[in-house]
């Protein structure tokens, strides 16, 4: 079992979903992935965090997409977390390196501080410096993430602040859709810690995606697609890379979906 005690600086920890529906997100991904569901709560009264669990480990996290924030424009969308050693400095680096801080440094009780930055692109991303809670417990097996990755209108603009902000390398390397960016983070996985590539359509918004590992793409978009779930992408088979799909769940967050090449 893939499972995780603590994660280097620069390598994605955690994601979340903002969802104007958390009840029915809770049906859709209980049924799709195994997940089980704990509210825990928060410094605001009356307002849970919900963790999906699966076989007894933290996988991801849930939260009300409130209408305020709606309002101020924020769709229901799945966040990806960057693992920070010391978050104050990184945000100190934001700025300098070309982007903005949405939300500035916080103490999410004793779960760690957060913070949430855009990349030049206009991308959001969370960063988040551990205290008890060190991200996913569980990686790479159905129902958990095993890819993040970035869609960005400037590849070499966002290589260049995740590189000053959280110490990123990048490389470049042939796929059979185009080039791709392969980001690494000292300590992190030799194959890369997540990914980048171009926007496929001008004017498209910047923005992270999150993949999670199925054992059957193909089943798995049919049961989302049957539980109300719209595909923006069929499975696909990549060589060398794995079959993935992107689906819209029924209350508006996109996500992808991948069963790697052995």
């Known amino acids: 079992m893939p499972t995780m005690t603590s994660y280097a600086h620069g390598v ?12 029915a997100a809770k049906a859709f991904y209980g049924a799709l992935f195994g997940w089980e569901f704990e509210a825990r709560p928060t410094d605001t009264e009356g307002v849970d965090y919900t963790m999906a669990v699966k076989d007894g480990s933290n996988v991801a996290g849930m ?9 101020a424009g924020m769709p229901p969308v ?11 400095a990184a945000v100190a ?6 982007g903005d801080v949405r939300s500035p440094a916080m103490d999410v009780m004793d779960s760690g501080r957060m913070a949430i930055v855009a990349d030049p692109t206009g991308a959001v991303v969370g960063l988040w410096q551990a205290k008890d809670h060190i991200g996913a417990d569980l990686v790479n097996e159905h129902g958990a993430v095993t890819w993040n990755e970035l ?15 959280v110490g990123w390398t990048a490389q470049a390397v042939p796929m059979p859709t185009g080039e791709y960016t392969l980001f690494h ?7 890369g810690i997540a990914g980048a590539m171009a926007s496929p359509m001008p004017g498209m918004p910047s923005f992270w995606g999150v993949y999670f590992f199925v054992d059957d793409v193909e089943a798995t978009v049919e ?13 696909t088979a990549m060589e060398g890379v794995g079959t993935l799909a992107t689906l819209v769940d029924p209350q508006g967050a996109a996500f992808s979906i991948m069963h790697p090449a052995s």
Do not use: C, H, K
């Not at 799945?78 to 104050?88: E, R």
């Not at 049961?223 to 499975?235: I, K, R, S």
């Open 63 to 71: 939260m009300q997409l409130m209408p305020e924030m709606a309002a």
């Open 12 to 23: 994605p920890s955690w994601v979340d979903l903002a969802t104007p529906d958390p009840d």
């Open 223 to 235: 049961a989302a697609t049957a539980a109300g779930a719209q595909v923006m992408m069929e499975a």
């Open 93 to 98: 680096r934001v700025a300098p390196a070309g």
């Open 185 to 191: 983070a000292d300590g992190g996985n030799t194959d």
């Open 151 to 165: 869609l960005t209108s400037d590849v070499d603009a966002a290589s260049s602040f995740y590189r000053d902000v």
């Open 78 to 88: 799945w966040s990806t977390y960057i693992n920070v050693a010391d978050l104050d």
